[in-house]
């Protein structure tokens, strides 16, 4: 157990449909990133939060967003969803060095 | 950009040694690691390695880190069929602010009896 939590650990959903993930990092974790591992395109980075504030975006669609609050825990929000969103999300925390990457169990999203 | 591959299959006996080999692109890599992720899991992480190290050990692993060529290897002694897993190299380069992971294509490894 990394101590990373996300929730939820499966979602079901339609095209066209906006989901909302959830993340707790480790206690202690300001940084939070959010990875996407699907079949065809392997495990990529979205994008990485620091102490609430964006720190670096990757292959991040402009219908997703994230945003991590005061308390730190992080949201990934998927909107107008398409067949090709269906994918394992990652979330993972590193303390403020970021030396090391602790990673959640993922959420597994299927677009139907 | 930053690319990092590995061969996508390993197939060994229990008992035997394991070699997962990486090599990746970026010469701005500052730290190397090895990740591990069973079936309907998340990624647990095994170990890593900084840039300016050739070798870590710990415990039945050992990283082995080749900075000219670009090349790092993972090696598990007395594989066991709990070691069955894809095994997933990242790199954590300087470009685009240091902080994310560039991931390998993963390796699976198949332990027999």
């Known amino acids: 157990d990394s101590g990373v939590t996300q929730t939820p650990k499966h979602l079901i959903t339609a095209t066209g449909q906006r989901v909302t993930l959830r993340c707790s990092p480790r206690?202690?974790?300001?940084?939070v990133y959010w990875y996407q591992q699907s079949l065809d395109q392997g495990l990529q980075f979205l994008i990485h939060?620091?102490?609430?504030?964006?720190?670096a975006k990757g292959n991040i669609l402009e219908r997703f967003s994230a945003q991590q609050f005061p308390d730190l825990h992080s949201e990934l929000n998927l909107s107008s969803l398409e067949l090709g969103d269906s994918a394992l999300y990652f979330c993972?925390?590193?303390?403020?060095?970021?030396?090391?990457?602790?990673f959640g169990p993922g959420t597994r999203l299927t677009v139907l | 950009g930053e690319d990092v591959e590995q061969s996508l299959f390993l197939s060994v006996r229990e008992g035997d040694s394991s070699v997962i080999n990486c090599t990746y692109t970026?010469?701005?890599?500052?730290?190397l690691y090895w990740y591990k992720q069973e079936p309907g899991a998340g990624l647990q992480l095994l170990t890593y390695i900084f840039s300016n190290m050739d070798m870590k050990q710990d415990q039945r692993l050992t990283v082995l880190l080749n900075k000219k060529d670009k090349h790092l290897s993972l090696r598990i002694a007395d594989t066991q069929t709990g070691d069955s897993a894809i095994y997933f190299c990242a790199e954590r380069g300087l470009t685009g602010g240091g902080n994310k992971l560039t991931f390998g294509t993963g390796t699976q490894l198949k332990v027999e009896l």
């Open positions: 939060y620091y102490n609430g504030e964006e720190r």
């Open positions: 993972a925390s590193s303390p403020q060095g970021p030396d090391t990457q602790y």
């Open positions: 206690s202690g974790d300001l940084s």
């Open positions: 970026d010469s701005s890599s500052t730290y």
